[in-house]
C-alpha cells in the first residue's frame, strides 16, 4: 500500500502529477473526484476507452494528484481471470492487519477467502462488505484512493467484491477509479468517463515526439487519422519503421483493427531479438503475477539465461516483471505456437511450489497438456474444491470446465461436469452451468446422474426466476429420485412446493396442488424425524384430504422450526415456509417466533439470499401485529439486502404494511408495480397478495364497492392458502357493505370451513368479526364482542381496532350513541397509535356521526419527526445498542456512512446523542415517510 505524507512541511516538495499531453477535460474530471474525496464525499468513475487510448496514464495522473491520500492499487491480469480473489489479493494484502477492527462475520469471510483461517465457504457479500468496512477504517485516518486498472480482466469474485463495495461506498472519503476496456456486469451502470482518441492537433505532436526524421504533411494526417489520435498506436506503431516505409503508406501495415496492429508493431520489435531472449518473453507472458524468481526459475528449466533487467524497451525487471502494456504481453503470448505455449507453462508449472501455490501449478500444467490426461485433471479437481471452500465458486466452475476437457473416463468426466455445473450455479453463471449440463447430458449417466442433471436444471431456473417453469422441473428430479434416494427426494420435493408456491395460479401446468399430491404418494424415508419432513407431510395433505388433516402437522412442523428444534440447514432452507404453515393454522406466535429465527439465523450465517426472502416474511409478521416502524425498518433491511445481492423477492413485507397503513398515494403503485412484474416473472402468489392489499385499502377508505372484487380476485387464486383467507375477511366486509349479502354469506360460509379447525384466537376472531357483518340484534353483537375478546389476548392490535370499528358503526346505526362512542374511540386510538390512516379516518368520521367533534391528528405518535425508511432503522438499531460497525453490517453501510446518517437522524429529531434516541424515538408507532 502506497500512502501520502499527509500535510507536509512548508519546505517539503509535493509530488508532481505525471505530465500529460492534453487531456484537459479527463484530467479536469479526476481533479473534481479528488477533490470532493478530500472534502470528505466518496466518488465512484470507471475510465473507459480502447486499449492505448490513454487510460493507464490518467490513471496514473490521479495517483500522482493523490500524494495526499492514502493510495490502494491493484489490476487485472488476463492469465489470472479463473484464479478467485486474484486481484483482491493484491488490494488488500496491505490492509489484513486490520482486520481485528471490523465485525466478527465480515474478518472471518476474510480470513477465509485468503486463506488465513479455515471455515465454510463465505457468502460473497459478506466478503464485499468486508472490504467496505477495511477500506472505510482507513479512510477515517486519511482519505483513500483505490485504483484497479484493465479491470475487464478481473477475475469473477474481485470484479462482484468491488462492484459491491463501489455501488455501497458513501460518506467514506474514498475514491474509487476503474480503468476498463469494456465494462462488465459487475461494473455496469456505474459513472463512467469516455476516453476517446486525441484532438489533431495533439496527436499531430505526440507522433512528432515518436519519429526522428521529417514527416511529409499527407502522411501525418494519414497516420493520426488511422490511428484516430490513439497515443499507443501514435508512439509504437512507426518504431522499427524506416522513412520509406511510412512514406509507402500505413495502411499497408495490415487490415486488422487497431489493437492488433499495435500488437504487430511490439512483434517486430521482439523478432529482431535473439530466440532465446524471445523464449524468455514468452515466460514472462504465461508468468500472470510477474514474480522474478519464478520466471528465472522456469528459464532454467528451458536452459536460457535469465540474466535481464530489460529487454529492449518490452519488458523490465524490478520488484515485479513490467511489460510496457498489456498488449506486449498479448502480442508475445498469441502469436506463440502451441508447441512454444506448452513448453513455457510446463517449465512454469515446474518451477511454481506445490505447496504454496497448487492452483497455479494445476492451472499451467492444464495449459501444457496435450491431450486428456486424468493426473492433471485430478490436481484441477483438487484446486476446485480449494475455490469452493474460499467462496470462490467460478473460480471453481473455470477449473472443473478444464478438469472435463482433460478427463477421458466418460463417468469421472460427467461427474466433473455435474461439479462443475452445481459451482457455476452458486457462482451465477447459468451459461456456464447450462454448457457443462449439456455436456454432462451427452456422457454416460445411470438414473441418478440423470435425476441430478434434471435437479440442476431444475434450481438454475428457479435461482434465475422464481417463477412458473420452475416447479415442473423440481417435481420431475423428486420424481426420478424417489428409487435412488429418498431423503433427497423428499427434501426436492419440499424446494418443489416452494416454488409451486411463489408460482401460485402462474405456475406452467405444475401447481402445488399437483407437487402436494406426489409428494403425498411419495415414498417415506422410515427413520426421519426431521422438522421439514412434518412440514412436506402438512403442505401435502392441505391437498390431499384437507385442512382437518394437514393443521395439526403444520402447527407441529410451526413449532419446531420456531423453538430451535429445526437445524440451522432446515431453518436456512425453509424457515419461512414454517411461517406460512403456522399462518395457514392461525398461529400468531409460531409466525413470529419461526419468521424471527430464520432471519437470526440468516444474519449470522451471511446468508444473504436466504435473509432477502426472511426479512420479507418477518415484516408480514410485525405489520400484521401493528409495529410499522419495524416493518418499515424491516422493509429498509430488505431493499438493502435485495440491492446489494440483486436477489429478485418482491415485496411482500412492504405490500402488507402499506395495505395496513392505507395511504393510496403509497400503496396503489407499490401494488400496481408488484402485479405487472409477478404477472410477468411469473411469480403468482405475489400478485394475489397485492390484490389482496388493495382490498383492505379501498375497504379502509370506506369504498367497498371497490373494495369487492379485489378481495374476490384474491379470495378464489389458490383457496387452500392463508393469504386466500385474509381475502375472505375483505371480501366479506366488502359484500356486507355494499348490500350483497349472499355473496357475504358465501363467503362467510368459506371462512368458517378455514377456522374451523383451530382453537388459535387469530382465526376465531376473524371469524366472529366475519360473523358480525351478518348476524342481526344480539346474535350479531355477540359476534362482535367475540371477536374483541379473542383478538385482545393477541399482539393483532390491526384486527382489534378493526373488531371495535365494525362493533362501533353497528352501535351507532342502531342509535346507541353512547356506546358506540366508546368503541369508535378505541377504534380511532388504536388506529391512529398505530399509523393506519385510512381506518383511522374511517374511525373519525364514524365518531363525527355520532355527534362527538374529533380533531384529525396524524397516524402514530411523532409524527413530526419524520425520517426515510433507512434512517428510521438505523435509529431504531442505535436505541436498541447496536454499534455503527454492527448497524452497517445489518445495512450493507460501512461505520463512517451510518454515523452519516446518524447526523442527520440528530438533526431531524432535534437530539444531539445516541442516549436522546430511546425518549425521541418509542420502541413501537414512530412514523417514517
Known sequence: ME??????????????????????????????????????????????????????????????????????????????????????????????????????????????????????????????????????????????????????????????????????????????????????????????????????????????????????????????????????????????LTATQLAAGFGLLGGQGLPGRIEQSFLRQADALPAPTRQLLLVAAAEPIGDPVLVRRAADHLGIDAAFAEIDGLLSLGERVTFRHPLVRSALYGSASETDRRAVHLALAGATDSAADPDRRAWHLAAAAIGPDEDVALELERSADRAQARGGFAAAAAFLQRAVALTRDPVRRTERALAGAHASLQAGAFETAWALLATAEAGKLDDLGRARIDL????????????????????????????????????????????????????????????????????????????????????????????????????????????????????????????????????FEACRSTATRQVEVARGAGALAVLAVGVNVLGQVVALAGDFAEATSLRAEADAVREATGTHVLPYGGLVLAALRGRPDEAFPLIDETIASATAEGQGTAAQYARWARSVVLNGLGRHDEALPWAISASEDTPELFVSSWALSEQIEAAARSGRQ???????????????????????????????????????????????????????????????????????????????????????????SIGMAAFAERARRELQATG??????????????????????????????????????????????????????????????????REALPETGHEAT
Open 3 to 240: 500512502r501520502g505524507d499527509g500535510v507536509r512541511g512548508q519546505e517539503a516538495e509535493r509530488t508532481r502529477p505525471a505530465r500529460l499531453l492534453g487531456r484537459r477535460a479527463e484530467r479536469a474530471v479526476l481533479d473534481r473526484l479528488l477533490a470532493e474525496v478530500r472534502n470528505g464525499t466518496s466518488r465512484v468513475l470507471v475510465v473507459r476507452g480502447e486499449a492505448g487510448v490513454g487510460k493507464t496514464a490518467l490513471l496514473t495522473y490521479a495517483t500522482d494528484s493523490a500524494a495526499d491520500l492514502s493510495t490502494l492499487r491493484a489490476a487485472g491480469v488476463q492469465s489470472e481471470m479463473e484464479l478467485a480473489f486474484a486481484a483482491l489479493h493484491q488490494l488488500c494484502a496491505p490492509l489484513l492487519d486490520r482486520l481485528h477492527r471490523i465485525p466478527e462475520p465480515q474478518r472471518r469471510a476474510l480470513a477465509t477467502v485468503f486463506g488465513l483461517a479455515p471455515g465454510p465457504a463465505p457468502d460473497r457479500f459478506m466478503v464485499g462488505l468486508a472490504v467496505l468496512s477495511l477500506i472505510s477504517d482507513l479512510a477515517g485516518e486519511q482519505p483513500v484512493l483505490v485504483v484497479v486498472d484493465d479491470a475487464q480482466w478481473l477475475d469473477t469474485a474481485t470484479a462482484q467484491t468491488l462492484g459491491f463495495v463501489a455501488r455501497r461506498i458513501g460518506a467514506e472519503s474514498v475514491g474509487l477509479l476503474f480503468g476498463a476496456r469494456e465494462i462488465g456486469v459487475d461494473l455496469h451502470g456505474l459513472p463512467e468517463v469516455q476516453v476517446e482518441g486525441l484532438p489533431a492537433d495533439e496527436a499531430h505532436a505526440l507522433l512528432g515526439s515518436a519519429v526522428e526524421f521529417l514527416l511529409d504533411e499527407p502522411v501525418r494526417k494519414r497516420i493520426v487519422a488511422e490511428t484516430g489520435g490513439n497515443p499507443l498506436a501514435l508512439l509504437e506503431l512507426p518504431r522499427g
Open 742 to 832: 349472499r355473496e357475504a354469506a358465501a363467503a362467510l360460509e368459506q371462512l368458517q370451513a378455514k377456522t374451523l379447525d383451530t382453537d388459535e384466537r387469530w382465526g376465531r376472531g376473524i371469524e366472529a368479526r366475519a360473523r358480525g357483518l351478518l348476524d342481526d340484534g344480539a346474535t350479531a353483537e355477540g359476534a362482535y364482542l367475540e371477536a374483541i375478546e379473542q383478538l385482545t389476548g393477541t399482539r393483532l392490535r390491526p384486527d382489534l381496532g378493526r373488531a371495535h370499528l365494525l362493533y362501533g358503526e353497528w352501535l351507532r346505526r342502531r342509535t346507541r350513541r353512547g356506546e358506540a362512542r366508546a368503541e369508535l374511540r378505541n377504534a380511532y386510538d388504536l388506529f391512529t
Open 456 to 587: 440442476l436444471r431444475a434450481e438454475a431456473a428457479y435461482a434465475q426466476q422464481r417463477g412458473r417453469d420452475a416447479p415442473g422441473l423440481l417435481l420431475r428430479a423428486a420424481k426420478t429420485l424417489e428409487t435412488l434416494d429418498v431423503q433427497l427426494a423428499r427434501d426436492t420435493y419440499l424446494d418443489a412446493w416452494s416454488a409451486a408456491l411463489f408460482a401460485g395460479q402462474l405456475a406452467a401446468g405444475t401447481g402445488l396442488r399437483e407437487v402436494s399430491l406426489a409428494a403425498e404418494a411419495a415414498p417415506r424415508s422410515g427413520s426421519s424425524t426431521r422438522s421439514s419432513d412434518l412440514l412436506l407431510d402438512g403442505f401435502a395433505l392441505l391437498f390431499a384430504e384437507g385442512r382437518s388433516r394437514a393443521v395439526p402437522l403444520l402447527k407441529q412442523a410451526a413449532t419446531a422450526f420456531g423453538e430451535q428444534k429445526a437445524s440451522t440447514e432446515e431453518v436456512l432452507r425453509w424457515g419461512w415456509m414454517a411461517t406460512a404453515a403456522a399462518a395457514t393454522a392461525w398461529d
Open 852 to 917: 362527538e367533534t374529533v380533531r384529525r391528528r396524524a397516524s402514530g405518535p411523532a409524527a413530526g419527526s419524520r425520517l426515510t425508511p433507512q434512517e428510521l432503522q438505523i435509529a431504531s438499531l442505535v436505541r436498541d445498542g447496536l454499534s455503527n460497525p454492527e448497524v452497517g453490517a445489518r445495512l450493507f453501510l460501512s461505520p463512517r456512512t451510518v454515523e452519516w446518517h446518524l447526523r442527520k437522524i440528530f438533526d431531524k429529531l432535534s437530539i444531539s446523542s445516541r442516549r436522546q434516541l
